[in-house]
């Protein structure tokens, strides 16, 4: 399968992350790439470089405001004060209910909380360069699938699901999945289903279409009732406006079996096929794998190929996104195993 890969994704490599108050190593490491990378190697299918500037597509599904932040947001912080090279910035306070959002302050940590949903998606020196460049390679696949290849798989990272309209979250900063969504219907799809498979709610690609009829948008994840994002991805989110009937969420308890994500799985692809879909975008998570350190669903690594097969008889040209994972020694293995089981069919 051809495979863009993200040749800026090692300059985002921050440090530390929050964990019950305390910080703790990054779950989101670089590290995982390698593995990605060196078992797409292994198994035949080489990586190529992204040849698309996602700025006009990013323009489609991000506010210029939130963008504009992103781009300069390590540069604000360095202005502050020369030493905050060395220091990871963290966002400490929030516009919930009732505050405002319309007006961004003048403070960079405030500026930050605006923009952001959580406190565990820290920045780095390279963040911006690495999300722009895993962007252009959503575009790349997107583009690619467009002109008539079956399938692309966007190997890159930080992911992207949670990153909504105008905020960052979840390890997440610009909405990969959205982007190769909007690049299909840029190039003559009528109409796109977003099908997102990892653990964790895809909640900024939900709140980017949620209102719009032309991309659906399914999920299967982890109960937000106990799991993050907490705060979206219930079963009674169905769309708003033009969008209504157009968002399926499928949460799961914690400890769902194999067998009963696969029961969800075919919900999910018989919702695709009603809906007439004419291209497919994957958000593909690895975290709903038995051995993964922050996901709670027990597929095995054979259950990725499973997965793969299933997704090949929905016969729809489809784009491949790399979300979530942290099993970083088995991310190589799960992910390999979907591109080549929807190959073998
Ligand atoms: C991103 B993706 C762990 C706290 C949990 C949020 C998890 C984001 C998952 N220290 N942080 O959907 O895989
Ligand atoms: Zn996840």
């Keep these: ?53 996602c700025r006009p597509v990013l323009a489609e599904v991000h506010t210029p405001r939130y963008l504009a932040f992103l ?48 406190n565990g998606t820290p920045l780095a020196a390279g963040t911006w360069a690495a999300a722009k460049s895993g962007a252009d390679a959503a575009t790349s696949a997107a583009r690619r699938v467009a002109q008539g290849t079956r399938a692309s798989f966007c190997c890159t990272r930080p992911p992207g699901h949670h990153a909504g309209p105008d905020f960052m979250g979840g390890y997440c900063f610009l909405n990969n999945a959205a982007v190769a969504a909007q690049t299909l219907r840029n190039h003559g ?20 279409f949620y209102g719009r009829a032309d991309v659906l948008f399914v999920s299967i994840h982890g109960d937000p009732r106990t799991e993050y994002p907490f705060y979206l991805g219930h079963a009674d989110e169905t769309g708003a406006g033009d969008g209504v009937g157009c968002n399926v969420n499928l949460p799961l308890p914690a400890g769902t079996s194999a067998a009963t994500w696969f029961d969800a799985l075919e919900h999910a692809c018989a919702r695709i096929t009603g809906y007439g879909a004419d291209a497919l975008v994957i ?33 729809l040209p489809t784009v491949f996104v790399l979300e979530g994972g942290y099993a970083a020694a088995e991310l190589g293995t799960n992910a390999v195993n979907v591109l080549d089981g929807f190959e073998q069919v």
């Excluded at 796109?192 to 980017?208: E, F, M, P, W």
């Excluded at 350190?293 to 929905?314: H, N, V």
């Design 1 to 53: 399968m051809i495979t863009f890969h993200n040749p800026l994704h090692s300059g985002h490599a921050p440090v530390h992350e929050f964990f019950r108050g305390e910080r703790v190593p990054c779950f989101e490491t670089p590290t995982r790439l390698d593995y990605v990378q060196e078992a797409l190697q292994l198994r035949g299918h080489g990586l190529t470089a992204p040849d698309a500037d």
């Design 71 to 118: 781009e300069s947001a390590w540069q604000q912080w360095l202005a502050l004060d020369a030493a905050n090279g060395d220091v990871q910035p963290f966002p400490s306070v929030w516009p919930v209910r009732t505050l405002r959002s319309d007006v961004e302050p003048l403070n960079f940590v405030a500026r930050l909380g605006l923009y952001s949903m959580d």
């Design 189 to 208: 799809a009528q109409r796109v289903a977003v099908l997102d498979v990892d653990y964790h709610h895809g909640n900024g690609t939900q709140s980017i």
């Design 283 to 315: 958000s593909l998570g690895l975290d709903a794998y038995e051995g993964d350190p922050i996901s709670r669903f027990a597929l095995a690594s054979s259950d990725f190929t499973r997965l793969g097969e299933r997704l090949a008889r929905m016969s």
